[in-house]
C-alpha cells in the first residue's frame, strides 16, 4: 500500500521529490497538504509529489501593489466572484501556453480538484469583464493555509487582480500564509519569498493547528464542511468595488 515517508526529507535532485505512486483521492490529497506535500506530474508518468526546499510562500501583508496594478483595480472595470466557475478556471489554467511545451493540469487532476471543491477545500476565484471570464486562480485552503495551484490571464492584470483578492483575505485574517510552491520571478515581483523547510513546516503547523481534528478526519474520510466557504462571501461580485477602492487606497 503506498504511505507517504513518516519524515518529509525529500530528494536535492530533482529538488523536493518526496514520493512516486499513490491516488488523487481527496483523503491522500488533503492528507498531502497538511504536510506541505502536492502532486505534480507530466502525462507521461507516475503521480509525483513534492516538497521543495527551500519553499516559495506569500504572506499576505507583503504583497506588492504597484501604481499600474493599483490602477486596474479602479479602472479596469473587473468584477470578482468566488467558486462560481471553478471548472472554467482549472480548464482555463490547463490550457497550453507558448512558454510551455505541455501541461501538468491533466483530467485527472481537474476531476480530482472538482471533488475537492464540492467538499469546500479547493477554491476558485474567477475575474470577469461583463460576462467573460478574463482571469483567475485556484487552490486549496486548509486551516489558515492556502496552497496556490496555477492562476491564468487572458487580460492584463487579471490574475494579478485575482491574487490581490487572495491576498486581501489573508490581511483580514483568513489566511497567514499563501503557498506559492515554486519560486518564479513574477511571483517575487508581487512579493512572494523563498524559507527554508523547517521554517515553512513551523508555518503549516501553526495555521492548521486549530484545525486539526479536521485534518485527522480527512485522513480516514472526508465530509464536506459548509466552513470552509465562509471566508470566500466576502468576494462576492457586489463587494469587488468596495475590495477593489480599498486594496488601492
Not at 471543491?117 to 493555509?145: C, F, M, Q, T
Request: one cysteine or more; charged letters at 20%.
Amino acid at each position: 500500500m503506498f504511505e507517504f515517508p513518516a519524515s518529509v526529507e525529500a530528494l536535492e535532485e530533482p529538488n523536493g521529490l518526496l514520493a512516486i505512486g499513490g491516488d488523487l483521492s481527496p483523503e491522500r490529497l488533503l492528507y498531502a497538504y497538511s504536510r506541505g506535500i502536492f502532486p505534480w506530474f507530466s502525462d507521461d508518468e507516475p503521480i509525483l509529489w513534492w516538497a521543495p526546499d527551500p519553499r516559495a510562500i506569500l504572506i499576505p501583508s507583503e504583497f506588492k501593489l504597484s501604481k499600474s496594478l493599483g490602477k486596474s483595480l479602479k479602472n479596469r472595470g473587473f468584477r470578482l466572484s468566488v467558486n462560481a466557475a471553478f471548472r472554467a478556471v482549472i480548464t482555463a489554467c490547463a490550457a497550453p501556453r507558448p512558454s510551455q511545451a505541455g501541461t501538468w493540469i491533466l483530467p485527472s487532476m481537474i476531476t480530482a480538484y472538482e471533488v475537492l471543491n464540492r467538499l469546500g477545500y479547493a477554491h476558485s476565484i474567477e475575474v470577469w469583464r461583463n460576462d467573460s471570464l478574463v482571469g483567475g486562480l485556484y487552490g486549496v485552503s486548509l486551516g489558515k493555509a492556502f496552497f496556490g495551484e496555477s492562476m491564468f490571464s487572458i487580460e492584463t492584470d487579471a490574475s494579478k487582480t485575482a491574487l490581490a483578492a487572495l491576498a486581501y483575505l489573508g490581511q483580514i485574517g483568513h489566511f497567514e500564509f499563501i503557498d506559492c510552491q515554486v519560486e518564479s520571478s513574477h511571483l517575487s515581483s508581487l512579493g512572494a519569498r523563498l524559507v527554508n523547510r523547517v521554517s515553512f513546516e513551523a508555518k503549516l503547523e501553526h495555521a492548521i493547528s486549530g484545525d486539526m481534528d479536521q485534518v485527522q478526519k480527512i485522513i480516514t474520510g472526508v465530509r464536506p464542511n459548509a466552513a470552509h466557504y465562509a471566508p470566500w462571501q466576502v468576494l462576492l461580485p457586489e463587494s469587488s468595488a468596495r475590495l477593489f477602492s480599498e486594496l488601492a487606497a
